[in-house]
Antibody, heavy 117, light 110 residues
Framework: QVQLVQSGAEVKKPGASVKVSCKASGYTFINYPIHWVRQAPGQRLEWMAWVNAGNGNTKYSQKFQGRVTITRDTSANTAYMELTSLRSEDTAVYYC??????????WGQGTLVTVSS | QSALTQPASVSGSPGQSITISCTGTSSDVGGYDFVSWYQQHPGKAPKLMIYDVNNRPSGVSDRFSGSKSGNTASLSISGLQAEDEAEYYCCSYTSSYSYVFGTGTKVTVL
């Protein structure tokens, strides 16, 4: 069965960086794009970026351009999301998700990133 | 890219029907038939309910349906049940090769 398993919760200080991993199983990793979506406490879902797991091409939301980098390791069936220059407003649950055609069908369990001094 | 606009809350009694709107622009909702809807219960990951405007994934009740007119997409729930109480988000592909979510709608079953 399709599974996306994310790395554990992180606590970071303002100005630091965080890297979240998303390990895929149950399907051919390179055939489906991976998206990253975040949700601040009590707030809406916010689309951040996606990566073509086959060729590594990426697209970032303008809001995060310059601060976020999405990569993937096809040998490990794993995608990564790195966010730099963290501020308190980046405190959120970060989800990875698999895209099929034009919609998301599977989501990771989410990773809570807390930014606090 | 601004968030798609949804009503903050919609409510209905058990058995009733409700509709949630999702308004964007010609660069997203109006420009593509790539609108999807997600249901999210507190503390859980979102669940796909509708894709490509009006298609239901297997396993999703036929009480859920989607439509689109111009720059506005809609999600309808008929025969409202207690388990339908959740947050609902629309999502659209955009002309910038990116995606955008809606502001979210809290559905309350009275």
């Amino acid at each position: 069965q399709v599974q996306l398993v994310q790395s554990g919760a992180e606590v970071k200080k303002p100005g630091a960086s965080v890297k979240v991993s998303c390990k895929a199983s149950g399907y051919t990793f390179i055939n489906y794009p991976i998206h990253w979506v975040r949700q601040a406490p009590g707030q809406r879902l916010e689309w951040m970026a996606w990566v073509n797991a086959g060729n590594g091409n990426t697209k970032y939301s303008q809001k995060f351009q310059g601060r976020v980098t999405i990569t993937r390791d096809t040998s490990a069936n794993t995608a990564y999301m790195e966010l730099t220059s963290l501020r308190s407003e980046d405190t959120a649950v970060y989800y990875c998700a698999r895209e099929v055609s034009s919609w998301i069908d599977y989501w990771g369990q989410g990773t809570l990133v807390t930014v606090s001094s | 890219q601004s968030a798609l606009t949804q009503p903050a809350s919609v409510s209905g009694s058990p058995g009733q029907s409700i509709t949630i709107s999702c308004t964007g622009t010609s660069s997203d909702v109006g420009g593509y038939d790539f609108v999807s809807w997600y249901q999210q219960h507190p503390g859980k990951a979102p669940k796909l309910m509708i894709y490509d405007v009006n298609n239901r994934p297997s396993g999703v009740s036929d009480r859920f349906s989607g439509s689109k007119s111009g720059n506005t997409a809609s999600l309808s729930i008929s025969g409202l049940q207690a388990e339908d109480e959740a947050e609902y988000y629309c999502c659209s592909y955009t002309s910038s090769y990116s995606y955008v979510f809606g502001t979210g709608t809290k559905v309350t079953v009275l």
